[in-house]
T-cell receptor, first 108, second 112 residues
Framework: RKEVEQDPGPFNVPEGATVAFNCTYS??????FFWYRQDCRKEPKLLMS???SGNEDGRFTAQLNRASQYISLLIRDSKLSDSATYLC?????????FGAGTRLAVHP | GAGVSQSPSNKVTEKGKDVELRCDPI?????LYWYRQSLGQGLEFLIY????????KSGLPSDRFSAERTGGSVSTLTIQRTQQEDSAVYLC??????????FGPGTRLTVL
């Protein structure tokens, strides 16, 4: 079983749609959680950290459920510029462990 | 500079040659990571440095790969006797303690 699992997608949604990505992780001792965004042929960029209480940054809302070892990212009012691969990232004892990513394509 | 920098941005080498890839982390960041990403694939962890602790080398794919971090700052990833399967983008990231990492633009390595 992979340490961090994501649905690869692609998710094809129209502009203005709300889309949600989910991620599960296997190590219950994981300490920190993040969502990254990666555009084609670019490096990953930190989108937001994820906290148990849930956190919001504009159109983006992240949630962590430690009991279920589950992380989510909700994007409201999708823009064309949101098209990218979204990476779920878990910090274990030493390293950042990346999921394989979920591809999002927002169309007009 | 404001971000993580890596050099060279592109490297083409012949099979069997050695290569050195450099990473300059964000000043003050204690943690430094190396990952690689093959075309269309996810990120593969290679090595992690945290302050003065012994590095976590558990992701290095073979003994041809080594890395060092001098003075807690600049890091060099060395690949000896390169093979075609080493072709990938090598990404470096740095972070303050246990927060998320900030990536450099990567070095695209092509082994002919």
């Amino acid at each position: 079983r992979k340490e961090v699992e994501q649905d690869p997608g692609p998710f094809n949604v129209p502009e203005g749609a709300t889309v949600a990505f989910n991620c599960t992780y296997s190590n219950s001792a994981s300490q920190s959680f993040f969502w990254y965004r990666q555009d084609c042929r670019k490096e990953p960029k930190l989108l937001m950290s994820v906290y148990s209480s849930g956190n919001e940054d504009g159109r983006f809302t992240a949630q962590l459920n430690r009991a279920s070892q589950y992380i989510s990212l909700l994007i409201r009012d999708s823009k064309l510029s949101d098209s990218a691969t979204y990476l779920c990232v878990v910090r274990g004892y030493n390293k950042l462990i990346f999921g394989a990513g979920t591809r999002l394509a927002v169309h007009p | 500079g404001a971000g993580v920098s890596q050099s060279p941005s592109n490297k083409v080498t012949e099979k069997g040659k050695d290569v050195e890839l450099r990473c300059d982390p964000i000043s003050g960041h204690t943690a430094l990571y190396w990952y690689r990403q093959s075309l269309g694939q996810g990120l593969e962890f290679l090595i992690y440095f945290q302050g003065n602790s012994a590095p976590d080398k558990s992701g290095l794919p073979s003994d041809r790969f080594s890395a060092e971090r001098t003075g807690g700052s600049v890091s060099t990833l060395t690949i000896q006797r390169t093979q075609q399967e080493d072709s990938a983008v090598y990404l470096c990231a740095s972070s303050p303690d246990f927060l998320g990492g900030h990536f450099g633009p990567g070095t695209r390595l092509t082994v002919l």
